[in-house]
Structures are given as structure tokens and as C-alpha cells.
Nanobody
Framework: QVQLVESGGGLVQAGGSLRLSCAAS????????MGWFRQAPGKEREFVAT????????YYADSVKGRFTISRDIAENTGYLQMNSLKPEDTAVYYC????????????WGQGTQVTVSS
């Protein structure tokens, strides 16, 4: 069983930065791939970034490439999403998720953290 808790969201001006954290419980998280997703009001949830358990594989959505950085600290059982050069269109609830392998579906989700970017 893996439980995920996001933190670090908030209100920031366009061009600013935020770092989201995803604290995981359960030793099995260390072997899981993790990802970040977001959902804006009235829109479907969309993929943001993903990282393999080793950190050797990382992918980003085109909309955040070059601005966001996903990482994880295995020892701390925590994942991160560093968000720079934020834009108003980045406003959404951000969720972290975990999956047992690189090709599996995400089966653990956090409760989400709100990110609001003002223009």
C-alpha cells in the first residue's frame, strides 16, 4: 500500500516559481515510478511529468518542458516538481501518482494541491 500527500502549492505571480512535494508512505514506493498530473477547472486531468524509480527515465509534457523539473529522493520517500517561469495557464490542482512499473497504470494518487498563477 502506498499513500501520497502533496504539498507546496499556493498563489504565485506569473514568472515565479514553486516546488511541489509528494511525500509517500510505504517502502514499496521506492520501486515505483511516479508522475505528476494537473487538472484545471472545466478541463480533464492531464499529464505533466513522470520519472522512473531509478530516475533514469524522465518525460515531460510539451507544455512544461524546459520550465518544470521532476525529481525524487529515494531515501526520503519523496518526489518533487520544481516549477519555474510559471504562467497563468499552469493554474490547476496538481496531483502526484505512483505506479508499480514503467508500463503499468497509475494506481495510487494523492489528494492534490492547488497552484494558482496570477497574471
Amino acid at each position: 500500500q502506498v499513500q501520497l500527500v502533496e504539498s507546496g502549492g499556493g498563489l504565485v505571480q506569473a514568472g515565479g516559481s514553486l516546488r511541489l512535494s509528494c511525500a509517500a508512505s510505504g517502502r514499496t514506493f521506492r520501486s515505483y515510478a511516479m508522475g505528476w498530473f494537473r487538472q484545471a477547472p472545466g478541463k480533464e486531468r492531464e499529464f505533466v511529468a513522470t520519472i522512473s524509480w531509478s530516475g533514469g527515465n524522465i518525460y515531460y509534457a510539451d507544455s512544461v518542458k524546459g520550465r518544470f523539473t521532476i525529481s525524487r529522493d529515494i531515501a526520503e520517500n519523496t518526489g518533487y516538481l520544481q516549477m519555474n517561469s510559471l504562467k497563468p495557464e499552469d493554474t490547476a490542482v496538481y496531483y502526484c501518482a505512483a505506479r508499480p512499473s514503467w508500463v503499468a497504470s497509475y494506481n495510487y494518487w494523492g489528494q492534490g494541491t492547488q497552484v494558482t498563477v496570477s497574471s
